[in-house]
């Protein structure tokens, strides 16, 4: 297998998820910033265009990053990262789904729409004016999210570190260096967003 890997949150997180599983695949790097994502070689590994890709034993390629991060747990079972049963399989499942829809996408383009507008508006079709909206969006499901942890669970499914926490810390960190900082007001997730960045593979 070979990752194609570049700056970003989305292969940050598939990188953390990586390290926690103890899983090293080679890397070669996409220059994001130059657009070379968006050529001819790149796009025959990945039609969006996105980052990362993950290319398997057969030649095949791999793209979107549950998909991948779910292709490398059912390779590398333990440690489970996403479940060892039906039932922790799902719950993940659904609260990955939720942190995703709910506050990654709309804080990524609240971003791509805004401070990011110059490197994407030849890239994406891009609403400059929805970026605001966006971003409100995006802080209005955090703190709905600061509301679910107040059972005192300390992962975003319980006593369990999974891939949701791992997505979720990714977008927030991001999100902390382009504009869009963790409200601390969320005192539940500012405890939470800590004690992950503690972990080593948010060096990832």
């Known amino acids: 297998m070979k990752l194609y890997d570049s700056i970003g949150p989305n292969p940050h997180i598939v990188r953390m998820f990586m390290t926690e599983k103890g899983i090293e695949i080679p890397k070669q790097?996409?220059?994001?910033?130059?657009?070379?994502?968006?050529?001819?070689?790149?796009?025959?590994?990945?039609?969006?265009?996105?980052?990362?890709?993950?290319?398997?034993d057969d030649g095949s390629y791999l793209s979107e990053i549950t998909a991948?991060?779910?292709?490398?747990?059912?390779?590398?079972?333990?440690?489970?990262?996403?479940?060892?049963?039906?039932?922790?399989?799902?719950?993940?499942?659904?609260?990955?789904?939720?942190?995703?829809?709910?506050?990654?996408?709309?804080?990524?383009?609240?971003f791509r729409y805004g401070e990011g507008l110059k490197m994407f508006e030849k890239r994406i079709p891009v609403a400059p004016e929805a970026s605001p909206g966006l971003k409100m969006v995006a802080q209005n499901r955090l703190k709905w999210l600061d509301g679910q942890m107040a059972d005192g669970r300390e992962y975003v499914c319980g006593e369990r570190f999974t891939l949701a926490d791992i997505h979720l810390w990714g977008w927030l960190n991001f999100g902390s260096q382009v504009g869009q900082p963790l409200d601390r007001s969320n005192a539940r997730i500012a405890v939470w967003f800590d004690h992950i960045a503690q972990r080593p593979s948010t060096k990832a």
């Open 68 to 110: 991948i991060c779910e292709y490398l747990e059912e390779k590398k079972p333990s440690p489970p990262l996403i479940g060892s049963t039906a039932e922790e399989r799902a719950e993940c499942r659904m609260w990955t789904r939720r942190v995703d829809l709910n506050i990654c996408e709309p804080l990524a383009n609240g």
């Open 29 to 56: 790097t996409v220059d994001l910033r130059k657009g070379e994502n968006r050529e001819a070689e790149h796009l025959k590994r990945n039609p969006h265009g996105q980052m990362p890709t993950l290319e398997l």
